[in-house]
């Protein structure tokens, strides 16, 4: 099941929708439209903040 999603999840990862926010997908017939793009890096970078601020507060280095 999962390695039947895998191809699908790619298009979810960074890199993908910073290409897909400018225009220029990696395959344009699965490319992510600019306005979704933008969501998906403001998702990751939200969950980067996030992770950070936990190993800020927890003390780890």
């Known amino acids: 099941m999962l390695l039947g999603a895998l191809p699908n999840l790619v298009w979810f990862l960074p890199h993908e929708a910073a290409l897909s926010?400018?225009?220029t997908p990696a395959d344009p017939a699965r490319a992510l439209g600019p306005s979704a793009g933008a969501l998906?890096?403001?998702a990751w970078a939200a969950l980067s903040v996030a992770t950070a601020w936990q190993v800020f507060l927890?003390?780890?280095s």
């Open 58 to 60: 927890r003390g780890d």
């Open 21 to 23: 926010l400018l225009g």
């Open 40 to 42: 998906v890096l403001a």
